[in-house]
């Protein structure tokens, strides 16, 4: 029986691996993780990339194709819903995807250090720190210990909803992706600069629970995100 590519592994467990080639282009960047989270959606994953031997190739360095700027809810693991493996994703994750300066750093070492072509915001619907966030800006009450800090991090989204007429609970996730996607750029004139040369580029992209399935919201620079999300009917083609 031939162990090959399957040092320490189990004989016949080896799953299928579809190695990425190093992405230094945003857009191709972008159209791996939109065919990661096609397959995902299809129900036909392949796991690229997570097994033995690929574990021991990427030991040595790392080159992530992507970071994930996402939210911790326990249903939006980036590595499953892009379909990809290890070194494949770069990810930074806090409840309600807040930009802070760790995660700032966090994100400026990806893009600069390992090169990382491409930034995700990824937020969801039905989001509970956005959900929190409203309720405490309703009940003028603020949550205590530390998780006031997670809702003055949304608050200003919520702010800017309110500015444009949205009330529902997603359509305020999606402003607060956009947010995010602003906020980024903003605090970040190392991003911003990488991004304003062309080696990088920020989309925000809101997930859906049950269907599984990403759409881009927002983009940097504006019409990058141009590849249609089809398991969403409703989607923007391009932002
Ligand atoms: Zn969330």
Known sequence: MSHAGNAGGQPGTQRTTYRA???SEPSRAYAELVAGNRRFVGGAPHHPNQD???RAAVADGQHPFAVIVGCSDSRLAAEIIFDRGLGDLFVVRTAGH???PEVLGSVEYAVTVLGTPLVVVLGHDLCGA???ARES???GTAPSGHLGAVVDAVLPSLRRAEAEGVDDIDGIV???IAQ???TLLGQSPVLADEVARGRCAVVGMSYRLAAGAVRPVAAVPAGFATLDTPADPAAPATV
Request: hydrophobic share 50%.
């Open 130 to 132: 956005v959900q929190a």
């Open 174 to 176: 999606d402003i607060h």
């Open 137 to 139: 800006a309703a009940t």
């Open 98 to 100: 807040t930009a802070g």
């Open 21 to 23: 080639p190093v992405l």
């Open 52 to 54: 033995a031997g690929h």
């Open 180 to 182: 995010t996607v602003e």
